[in-house]
């Protein structure tokens, strides 16, 4: 399929969130300026002082300012790193790291910490997401089209946020009543930068990874070039593992229908034995508790290693997989979690489904209160120390007592939301010799390429 011409604009910048503290450490490499003066390399930090930014290091200190930027001097191949960056922000394997940068840095305050931005142009941020999502050696065509839905996802996500002001009074994110609560997470966040730069939005470590060439040939022969649906760009969405099939973005997001993010079977034609009406009971517990063929349910560790980063890793089950609570261990992360005393859990039982067969209300009933919640991410967040794999799962109620067991079993599928496109499926597909165009059109289905610049 030949990619549409646009009306071809510039390429922009891209304002990154990376961090926030009160100091903020960092290192200056090469030569920057600040307010008209050359700042020369060398350690500094940023600190509040009088409800202003000051700046001090290598004998200097800055005046106070409630927003300061340091922008690299030309020609003199400059890099800042900024020290003790959280990475994997409430996954499991949450940690800080030093990372390093190009582009401007800019400093702001924001709820009364340090907010620390990077600016810089789209495509020198996307050939780091590249990187940092996954491994920069990970096959071409993979990377491809990898390059293709972050740079739509993130021009979608700059043209959403130009209309949220004119919005905001109709827009909302959470419904409750004494019976239910429903929550999605998404774009309500970032008011002051573009995205994050963690798993919220796209992970992005700047040059602290290697930026290989084949991550840069994959943003070079896609430069420009996003998905469409009936002329816009696509906010295009990915997870880890679909476990099988994708989700629409309505059951997870909010209640607006998108035609390119709807469920796919993750294979070349329907698994044999199973109905694909995933959002029936019955199907979905069939569904979860086998393993039906998928792109994305491989063991391959040469694919999975390409896919997934050091410490993704660390997670081996991302097809299928299971997690065993005890009553009070349960009933303690649910209570810390929701804020909610259920006081002991006697059944977590589903409400609805989506077409994946994810939990999209989930009802949690206890001795002392019974309640419903949802939406999927709302649900993982309720039954984890850090956020359960996927709300794709079935619950066996084990060692009953009285009514009340002593565990519970929750079976799952995927890993991730399971929006948009599986990595590792795409990442499968791309080893078995699909093009990178073939994998998005699998993926997102009613979409054109277009070049936007």
Not at 199 to 207: A, E, N, S
Not at 215 to 229: D, R, Y
Not at 386 to 411: G, M, Q
């Amino acid at each position: 399929m030949r990619i549409q011409p646009s009306n071809k604009g510039s390429q922009p910048l891209i304002e990154v969130g990376i961090m926030t503290g009160a100091p903020i450490h960092f290192k200056l490499s090469g030569s920057f300026s600040l307010k008209g003066i050359e700042i020369p390399s060398g350690i500094y930090q940023a600190r509040i002082n009088a409800e202003k930014i000051e700046i001090s290091g290598q004998n200097f200190i800055s005046e106070k300012f409630p927003e300061i930027l340091f922008n690299p001097v030309p020609q003199k191949n400059s890099s800042f790193l900024l020290k003790d960056v959280t990475i994997g922000i409430n996954f499991h394997w949450e940690r800080k790291e030093d990372q390093r940068f190009t582009g401007s840095l800019k400093f702001m305050i924001e709820d009364n910490t340090i907010r620390a931005i990077n600016i810089l142009p789209v495509e020198d941020y996307l050939t780091s997401v590249i990187s940092s999502e996954m491994s920069s050696t990970s096959n071409l065509e993979f990377l491809k089209a990898h390059a293709v839905i972050s740079r739509s996802w993130l021009l979608a996500q700059i043209e959403k946020n130009k209309h949220l002001p004119e919005m905001s009074e109709s827009y909302k994110s959470i419904w409750q009543t004494n019976d239910e609560l429903i929550r999605w997470y998404d774009r309500e966040d970032h008011v002051n930068f573009h995205v994050c730069a963690d798993d919220h939005c796209q992970r992005y470590q700047g040059i602290t990874k290697i930026l290989s060439p084949n991550a840069q040939k994959a943003i070079k022969e896609t430069s420009g070039i996003v998905l469409t649906s009936e002329g816009k760009t696509c906010d295009a969405r990915f997870s880890k593992s679909c476990g099988g099939a994708s989700e629409n973005f309505e059951n997870v997001w909010e209640p607006v229908f998108h035609p390119y993010l709807v469920k796919v079977v993750d294979y070349s034609s329907t698994p044999e034995g199973y109905s694909m009406e995933l959002s029936r009971e019955a199907a979905a517990d069939h569904w979860i508790r086998t393993a039906p063929n998928a792109f994305c349910n491989t063991t391959d560790k040469r694919i999975l290693s390409q896919v997934l980063t050091d410490f993704d890793q660390e997670t081996i089950d991302f097809y299928r997989w299971e997690v065993i609570y005890k009553q009070e261990e349960l009933a303690d992360i649910i209570h810390r979690k929701t804020g909610i005393d259920f006081g002991s859990i006697i059944n977590l039982i589903p409400v609805e489904r989506g077409k994946s067969g994810r939990l999209i209300k989930l009802k949690i009933a206890g001795t002392k209160r019974t309640m419903t919640i949802g939406k999927e991410l709302e649900i993982r967040k309720a039954l984890s120390e850090t956020h359960l794999y996927s709300s794709a799962f079935v619950v066996d109620r084990l060692e009953v007592k009285n009514n009340i067991p002593e565990k519970f079993c929750l079976t799952g599928a995927g890993w991730g939301h399971g929006v948009g496109l599986c990595q590792i499926g795409a990442a499968v597909m791309s080893e078995k010799g699909y093009s990178w165009k073939e994998i998005l059109f699998h993926y997102f289905k009613n979409t054109e390429l277009t070049q936007r610049y």
